[in-house]
C-alpha cells in the first residue's frame, strides 16, 4: 500500500480502520511516499504483489505512471483506498468513498482490464484531460484549492470548492480558442469554430463530482469526446447548469462523440490532464491502449 501526506482528505484514523479490515485477511506492507522519484524504490520491493493507493486521483495518476515508465503495468493489479480532495476516477467505477468498504472491496472486488490514455510524449492519462476553459478554471482552482485545503468542518474539506471557484473566475477569460481537432483522423471542428474546452474522456467525472464526460467508461476500448461551443454569456451558463446536472452533452452547442485517438491543434491552449497543469501548448495528441492494466473494482 502506498501513501502520499498531500493526498487531500486524507484521515490518519480511517486509514488505520481500512487497515486493519485488509491484515484480518492478508500481510500489507505501508509504504509512505512524498516525492515522485520514491516511487521507484518502493515499485521494485513490491514484485507481484497487489499495489493499493490510498491517495487521491493525483496519488494514483503518480503510482500508474511510474508503473507505465518501468514497464511494468501491463502485469500490474491496482486497486484503490480513495483519500482525495474529489477522487474522481472512483467515482466512476463505483468505490465506495468510505474507506473501510473501500477496503472490503479490495479484498472481494473483481479484477478487470481498464484502459489507459497515452499522448505522444509517452505521458499517460488515467482518467480526464481537458483543454479551453475546463483547463483555466483546473489551473485557477488549483490554487484555491491549496489554500482551502486545510480549512473545513468535520469531514467536509473546503478544498473541495477549489474547481467551482476557478470555474467561476475562469468565465471572465477571453470567449474561446479556435481548435483544429482530429477523432481518428477525421476533423471534427476546425478554427472557424472558436470553442469553450475540449475534453477526452477515459473516467466521466473531474473536479470533485462534475460529469464532464458523462458515458466515459475505462473499459470499452475508446475515449469519449465532448467539444463545447457555447461562446457567448448566455450559452455559458446554459452550459454551466447543464454541466452540474450531467446533461450539458445533450446541448445542440456541444458535440459529443468517441473514438480512439484525438488530436488538437492551433491556438495556444492550457491542458489538464489528470489534474496536472501544463502549457501552453500549440498541438497534443493522445491515443488509447486498451486493458492497459488491472484493476480492482466492484463486481
Known amino acids: 500500500m502506498i501513501t502520499n501526506d498531500d493526498a487531500g482528505t486524507g484521515d490518519d484514523e480511517e486509514l488505520r480502520a481500512a487497515l486493519d479490515i485488509l491484515r484480518e485477511s492478508c500481510s500489507v506492507d505501508l509504504q509512505a511516499t512524498s516525492q515522485p522519484g520514491e516511487l521507484d524504490g518502493v515499485l521494485q520491493r513490491a514484485g507481484s504483489r497487489r499495489i493499493i493507493v490510498a491517495g487521491g486521483d493525483g496519488s494514483l495518476h503518480a503510482v500508474i505512471a511510474a508503473l507505465y515508465r518501468r514497464h511494468e503495468l501491463d502485469h500490474a493489479v491496482v486497486g484503490l483506498l480513495p483519500m482525495g480532495t474529489g477522487n474522481d476516477f472512483a467515482r466512476t467505477l463505483e468505490i465506495p468513498l468510505e474507506l473501510d468498504e473501500a477496503a472490503r472491496l479490495?479484498?472481494?472486488?473483481?479484477?478487470?482490464?481498464?484502459?489507459?490514455?497515452?499522448?505522444?510524449?509517452?505521458?499517460?492519462?488515467?482518467?480526464?484531460v481537458h483543454v479551453g476553459a475546463g483547463a483555466q478554471a483546473s489551473r485557477r482552482g488549483a490554487r484555491w484549492k491549496e489554500r482551502l485545503h486545510s480549512l473545513g468542518v468535520g469531514k467536509v474539506n473546503l478544498g473541495k470548492l477549489g474547481y467551482p471557484i476557478g470555474a467561476v473566475l475562469a468565465a471572465f477569460e477571453p470567449p474561446g480558442v479556435h481548435l483544429h481537432v482530429e477523432l481518428d483522423g477525421r476533423v471534427v471542428t476546425d478554427?472557424?469554430?472558436?470553442?469553450?474546452?475540449?475534453?477526452?474522456?477515459?473516467?466521466?467525472?473531474?473536479?470533485?463530482?462534475?460529469?464532464?464526460?458523462?458515458?466515459?467508461?475505462?473499459?470499452?476500448?475508446?475515449?469519449?469526446?465532448?467539444?463545447?461551443?457555447?461562446?457567448?454569456?448566455?450559452?455559458?451558463?446554459?452550459?454551466?447548469?447543464?454541466?452540474?446536472?450531467?446533461?450539458?452533452?445533450?446541448?445542440?452547442?456541444?458535440?459529443?462523440?468517441?473514438g480512439s485517438q484525438v488530436t488538437i491543434s492551433g491556438d495556444a491552449f492550457w491542458i489538464s490532464a489528470d489534474g496536472e497543469i501544463s502549457g501552453p501548448e500549440r498541438h497534443r495528441s493522445w491515443h488509447v491502449e486498451p486493458e492497459a492494466y488491472s484493476f480492482i473494482v466492484p463486481a
Not at 474522456?201 to 464526460?213: D, E, I, K, S
Open 106 to 128: 479490495i479484498l472481494h472486488g473483481e479484477v478487470r482490464p481498464m484502459d489507459l490514455i497515452v499522448d505522444e510524449l509517452g505521458e499517460v492519462v488515467v482518467n480526464n
Open 191 to 258: 478554427l472557424d469554430s472558436p470553442v469553450l474546452m475540449v475534453a477526452v474522456g477515459n473516467g466521466a467525472h473531474v473536479g470533485g463530482g462534475t460529469a464532464l464526460t458523462p458515458e466515459a467508461d475505462p473499459e470499452d476500448g475508446q475515449v469519449d469526446v465532448m467539444i463545447s461551443h457555447a461562446i457567448g454569456a448566455r450559452a455559458k451558463l446554459g452550459y454551466a447548469l447543464r454541466l452540474r446536472r450531467g446533461s450539458h452533452h445533450e446541448r445542440d452547442d456541444v458535440q459529443y462523440l468517441r
